[in-house]
């Protein structure tokens, strides 16, 4: 925190209270209520002291850096042009600056090298917090009295994880922007920026749009994420592999209902091992090509992979969000019935391999499975087939869930 120096009251302002006070008691001594009143008074006239001389604070002198050479304050406005100068189009708040925390050369030179970092506002979280870190570096309050004012080191730090991309892209940020450079200091109060509204906000290069989700930015650009619909498919493209999933996916719908059907019909007959497996399988699969047909139920597919600021979704579920909950409900649905009639297809697998053994010869598996018929194994085993079958495609979305693993992968982004 600034070691700021503020008497309270001053010696003037001692007097000036003291007439106040006096004239309003010899003027109401016959009242309660004005006591109160002048106490109120007194109060709110020390306050507004206070307060005028904590607008000038007295900062230490650490956080300055003393500008020995002549010349070393620049005046802000110079003779680029009549209007004021602007740092990355925010007024300065001062009349000097200074030009060798950067090494400018000129106010030109420092204005160019500020105008190379525009190119961050493609990178929203970055451009928020790095745009008064850049103005405290190349256009720094100078006075003739103290000097040069410090940057903050913390604000340096803060630049760090959002501009990541400075470090990969340059193999490091340079030496004069390294937060442990002595042009760095920490604990001096307000920055030179700090009150400075900047007009310029971050944008997102198409195709990647605005995001405040962690979960959906794209790797190195904070704050922007890839779209919903894959932007490396037009969108005849898009309707092209919509058709697609619609055609194969209702042939499975009909095919599996028709199977199910079939069993219901004769299910007394039908109830039996290993027939029953394919009554489970076609169950799962079933159930699964509803989910996947489930998108095409008027705008269920946007509700289902987009957010509401567009971007598609990720990371789901997360706790607290106001997005819809088709998305891990639909995963559900389709991850666990698909999952768990593969494990039905093991268990079916494992029954005919039973089944042919016992065909392939009869006497001796017989004779191996104590008198009794391969059916009749099974049957003392489907407790087994059901407990695999259902609980490890349980465990495994369950797992999925927890851990925020769902998402749209139509567009892979090599996380």
């Known amino acids: 925190m600034a070691n700021v120096c503020c008497k309270c009251p001053s010696p003037a302002f001692s ?88 090494g400018s050369s000129s106010l030109e030179d420092a204005l160019e090298k500020l105008h190379l970092w525009t190119a961050l506002q493609n990178v929203p979280q970055c451009w928020a917090i790095i745009q008064p870190f850049l103005c405290s570096v190349y256009l720094p309050k100078c006075t003739s009295a103290h000097g040069v004012t410090r940057p903050s080191k913390q604000l340096c730090e803060r630049t760090r994880k959002p501009c990541q991309i400075v470090h990969d892209l340059n193999n490091g940020w340079p030496d004069f922007l390294q937060c442990d450079h002595p042009n760095f200091v920490s604990g001096c109060g307000p920055e030179n920026y700090d009150y400075v509204s900047f007009n310029t906000t971050g944008r997102c290069e198409p195709p990647l749009v605005r995001t405040v989700v962690p979960e959906s930015w794209y790797p190195g650009v904070e704050g922007c994420g890839l779209p919903c619909e894959n932007p490396l498919f037009s969108q005849d493209e898009h309707k092209e592999a919509h058709i697609f999933v619609a055609v194969f996916g209702s042939i499975c719908l009909a095919c599996t209902l028709f199977t ?97 053994t016992a065909l392939g010869g009869a006497s001796a598996r017989a004779a191996d499975l104590g008198g009794t018929t391969p059916r009749e194994v099974l049957r003392t085993r489907t407790a087994y087939f059901h407990i695999i079958s259902w609980c490890s495609p349980l465990v495994l979305t369950i797992v999925c869930l927890a851990l925020s693993e769902v998402g749209d992968l139509s567009c892979n982004e090599g996380k």
Not at 38 to 49: E, N, R
Not at 63 to 75: D, F, H, K, L, Q
Not at 292 to 319: H, S
């Open 260 to 356: 199910l059907m079939t069993f219901i019909i004769d299910w007394k007959n039908a109830n039996r091992y290993p027939a029953l497996i394919i009554f489970f399988i076609n169950a799962c699969f079933f159930l699964g090509s509803v989910g996947w047909m489930a998108q095409f139920a008027g705008d269920a597919r946007t509700e289902i992979v987009c957010r509401k600021d567009g971007t598609a979704r990720r990371g789901e579920p997360q706790l607290g969000s106001k997005e819809s909950v088709w998305c891990p409900v639909i995963f559900t649905l389709v991850y666990y019935f698909l999952v768990a009639g593969i494990c039905w297809y093991v268990m079916l697998a494992y029954a005919w391999c039973l089944t042919f």
């Open 15 to 102: 007097l000036r209270l003291h007439s106040v006070s006096t004239l309003l008691r010899l003027r109401a001594l016959s009242s309660a209520s004005s006591f109160c009143f002048v106490l109120f008074i007194s109060l709110l006239l020390s306050w507004a002291d206070c307060q005028a001389q904590h607008l000038t604070p007295t900062l230490s002198p650490h956080c300055y850096r003393s500008t020995n050479i002549t010349g070393a304050c620049v005046p802000v406005n110079s003779s680029l042009s009549a209007e004021r100068m602007t740092c990355l189009g925010a007024d300065i708040p001062f009349t000097h600056t200074s030009l060798r925390l950067a």
